[in-house]
């Protein structure tokens, strides 16, 4: 496996995940965080479950004044390459805040590609989104599907993507995956580290936890009127260590690679979950009510979308291994043991 990784937003919910699996595998990782949307607690708990070395750079990636110290942070940490998780993230802040989210995500994207172009270590897995393929294929999307963001943070996603495109294009050493996963969820099954949002939840599943251990009153589920069975969204959710999982599968896909390039990969289950059908497991899970109101969609979201993952298979030898049970019962032993995320 390769050894030594920089980790964008690795006190995060999904980066806390992917230091766990690279940590446990014997790697070392550079935590790079600027604790807007994450908790440093989230670092204790990753040491707890998985000693071994791991380094934290607390920077602003999107900063232009913080850039020299980040580029040599990255070069003295000599690593073989990095996942790049950091940015900004609801959908909803992103229709009302665009100038931010462009800002903000772009900027942090181009100053990781400087710090490892001057590190020479041109190994990146990037963290985009399903959110790339907007509305306009039929589910399963595979990775030729249609791109077309409907919101603001998506289109930093596929900016991105075309970003490094064109960077691997230019110089046929950097070996890119563009991962397009799908909803993460769920939690370690230890229960030691999961989603731990700093305000109201913008997704979906904490949303429901903090109703079940009554933090919330009651959840409100986004339009009750698309073309869906139920009339609620349909979307691929995916347990977060699987998510981890693949993006260290992704590393070892590079690190073995001979050629350069850059590719799109799907993460997901290839099946459809319904708001109503994720409150309904969780309610299974937790033994408590969880009620919750429709209200008006939301800008910028579609009916549905589940992912084709075969190529992932393919390239990467990862699958989705965990249920919707699996995710409801770990997401529920998170949020029960820490009612208050990492400030219980």
Same mark, same amino acid.
């Given at each position: ?5 920089? !980790? =964008?937003g690795g $006190?995060? *919910?999904?980066?806390?995940h992917v230091c766990?699996? +690279?940590?446990?595998g014997? /790697?070392?990782a ?9 908790h ?5 708990r990753i040491?707890?479950l998985?000693?071994?070395d791991?380094?934290v750079?607390?920077?602003?990636l999107a900063?232009?004044a913080q ?10 940490f000599?690593p073989?390459?990095a996942?790049h ?5 609801a959908?909803?802040?992103? !229709? =009302?805040?665009? $100038?931010? *989210? ?6 942090a994207? +181009?100053?990781?590609?400087? /710090?490892l172009?001057?590190?020479d270590?041109k ?10 393929y ?12 249609l ?9 930093t996603?596929?900016?991105i993507?075309?970003i490094?495109?064109d960077i691997?294009?230019s110089?046929?050493r ?7 996963y799908?909803?993460p969820?769920? $939690? ?7 989603e731990d949002?700093?305000d109201?939840p913008?997704n ?7 109703v ?7 959840l ?19 347990h977060?260590?699987?998510l ?6 992704a590393?070892?896909y590079?690190?073995?690679?001979k ?6 990969i799907?993460?997901g ?6 708001v109503l059908?994720?409150v309904?497991a ?6 408590r009510?969880i009620p919750y109101?429709?209200?008006?969609r939301?800008?910028g979201?579609?009916a ?20 919707l049970?699996?995710?409801c019962a770990d ?9 208050e995320?990492?400030?219980?």
């Amino acid at each position: 496996m390769t050894k030594r990784i920089v !980790v =964008t937003g690795g $006190a995060g *919910y999904i980066g806390s995940h992917v230091c766990v699996e +690279l940590l446990a595998g014997g /790697a070392a990782a550079l935590v790079i965080d600027n604790f807007s949307n994450a908790h440093p607690e989230a670092l204790n708990r990753i040491r707890e479950l998985a000693p071994g070395d791991l380094e934290v750079l607390e920077r602003d990636l999107a900063d232009p004044a913080q850039s020299e110290d980040i580029i040599s942070a990255v070069r003295d940490f000599n690593p073989d390459g990095a996942v790049h998780l950091a940015g900004l993230k609801a959908v909803g802040e992103s !229709v =009302t805040e665009p $100038a931010r *989210y462009y800002r903000t995500n772009l900027g942090a994207a +181009l100053t990781l590609i400087e /710090a490892l172009d001057a590190a020479d270590a041109k190994n990146l897995v990037f963290s985009s989104s399903a959110t790339v393929y907007g509305d306009r294929n039929e589910s399963p999307v595979d990775e030729s599907g249609l791109t077309g963001p409907t919101n603001p943070y998506g289109r930093t996603k596929l900016f991105i993507e075309d970003i490094v495109r064109d960077i691997a294009h230019s110089d046929n050493r950097w070996r890119i995956v563009n991962l397009r996963y799908f909803n993460p969820v769920g $939690a370690h099954a230890s229960g030691r580290i999961g989603e731990d949002p700093n305000d109201i939840p913008n997704n979906l599943f904490p949303f429901i936890a903090q109703v079940a251990v009554g933090r919330r009153d009651k959840l409100q589920v986004f339009g009750g009127d698309y073309p869906t069975p139920d009339g609620t969204g349909v979307r691929d959710y995916i347990h977060v260590t699987d998510l981890a999982r693949g993006h260290v599968a992704a590393l070892d896909y590079l690190a073995a690679k001979k050629t350069g390039g850059a590719v799109d990969i799907n993460l997901g289950t290839g099946k459809g979950v319904s708001v109503l059908e994720a409150v309904a497991a969780f309610k299974r899970a937790s033994n408590r009510d969880i009620p919750y109101d429709i209200a008006p969609r939301r800008d910028g979201d579609i009916a549905e979308i589940y992912a084709n993952a075969d190529l992932a298979q393919k390239l990467l030898g990862w699958r989705a291994e965990k249920t919707l049970e699996d995710m409801c019962a770990d997401h529920w032993r998170w949020q029960s043991q820490n009612p208050e995320g990492y400030q219980s």
